[in-house]
């Protein structure tokens, strides 16, 4: 189970998500504004925040580029606003995870226990215990099968090759890789590449997707000493041209 802060001004909101999640096993806290959330976390960490935007005083955006600025503390944007650039610009600032109230309990608490079991997989390992004599050795295990396919993972936002190499997105690469990776090997139209960035659909004169897709490219060369597969489809858009997973 998680330990949580629930940052929600408006109070009987606040103590339904606190009530809920505690009876799912929770330790949670509950705050009414950003304030309130510091003296909390210096009295105690949490592993996960699920925050408001709007709040009084220091609103929620402004509170979780704070917190990821030094944080790698999981945060969960609970929020009226349903527009896609307030979605975008939630997940810029460094949310993991982005709802729209009025939201059901049970799929945030779903939302809960998966961040949190994504969150406790991405930390290091412990360091290696102290090396047994050589008679008391155990047997090397043998060699995991090697994966073939790239693997995209949504909660954190990275791409993964199949030699284990990683590239973090930004929010709007995150938009273009969702969009491509859900069809692979299936053309995606620059319109709707364009209206899922928040444009009204495709300007030829805009140059910013192609723009973005050289620096995704570059990114991806850099890290993994090879192309991503991601093919322009002349006279269509893109196109993820490898097996791809999701998870």
């Known amino acids: 189970m998680a330990r949580i802060a629930v940052v929600e001004d408006e109070a009987p909101l606040r103590a339904d998500l606190v009530e809920y999640l ?140 199949p030699d284990g190499k990683s590239i973090k997105l930004t929010g709007n690469e995150r938009v273009f890789v969702s969009l491509l990776v859900t069809r692979p090997g299936e053309p995606v139209s620059r319109d709707e590449i364009f209206r899922a960035l928040g444009k009204r659909g495709w300007d030829p004169a805009d140059r910013s997707v192609d723009s973005m897709v050289r620096r995704l490219r570059a990114k991806g060369d850099q890290t993994f000493g090879h192309p991503l597969p991601i093919e322009s489809v002349h006279s269509v858009g893109y196109a993820f041209a490898a097996p791809v997973g999701l998870r």
């Open 22 to 161: 505690s009876a799912c096993g929770h330790d949670v806290i509950g705050c009414g504004d950003g304030k309130e959330l510091d003296r909390a976390l210096d009295e105690r960490p949490v592993e996960i925040i699920i925050l408001d935007i709007n709040l009084p005083g220091e609103g929620g955006f402004s509170i979780a580029g704070r917190l990821r600025s030094h944080s790698d503390v999981g945060i969960i944007m609970l929020t009226a606003r349903g527009l896609n650039v307030d979605r975008v610009v939630g997940l810029e600032v460094g949310a993991d995870v982005y709802m729209v109230k009025p939201v059901e309990l049970r799929e945030l608490e779903a939302q809960v226990r998966t961040l949190a079991r994504r969150m406790r997989v991405s930390q290091p390992a412990a360091p290696a215990a102290e090396a047994r004599p050589a008679q008391e050795a155990p047997a090397a295990p043998a060699a995991p099968a090697v994966p073939t396919e790239w693997i995209y993972d949504q909660l954190t936002w990275t791409l993964i090759a």
